[in-house]
Nanobody
Framework: QVQLVESGGGLVQAGGSLRLSCAAS????????MGWYRQAPGKQRELVAV???????NYAESVKGRFTISRDNAKNTVYLQMNSLKLEDTAVYYC??????????WGKGTLVTVSS
């Protein structure tokens, strides 16, 4: 079992910044991928950014150059630094943990609201 707890969401003006954190606990495998997904009202959940145990990253085109994903393996925590936020970044952001031969785990989500 893996538990994920997200934090750092909130209300921010367009152009501003937020930093999300996701702390994992439980049975954490040394080789895993953690990432952030988001779901806006009326839309499907989509990938934002992922990072694996080797710190290889992948970003959605819409956030490249504005968002940065990072991780602290000692703390089993992944971060998402979001800069130059846009109205269309408004969504519930979910943390995901995955590893080989294991089911995926999701956090409960944290709301990010970008206002004009």
């Amino acid at each position: 079992q893996v538990q994920l707890v997200e934090s750092g969401g909130g209300l921010v003006q367009a152009g501003g910044s937020l930093r999300l954190s996701c702390a994992a606990s439980g049975i954490i495998r040394s080789i895993n991928t953690m990432g952030w997904y988001r779901q806006a009202p009326g839309k499907q959940r989509e990938l934002v950014a992922v990072i694996d145990s080797h710190a290889d990253t992948n970003y959605a085109e819409s956030v490249k150059g504005r968002f940065t994903i990072s991780r602290d393996n000692a703390k089993n925590t992944v971060y998402l630094q979001m800069n130059s936020l846009k109205l269309e970044d408004t969504a519930v952001y979910y943390c995901r943990y995955s590893s080989i031969n294991s089911i995926d785990y999701w956090g409960k989500g944290t709301l990010v609201t970008v206002s004009s």
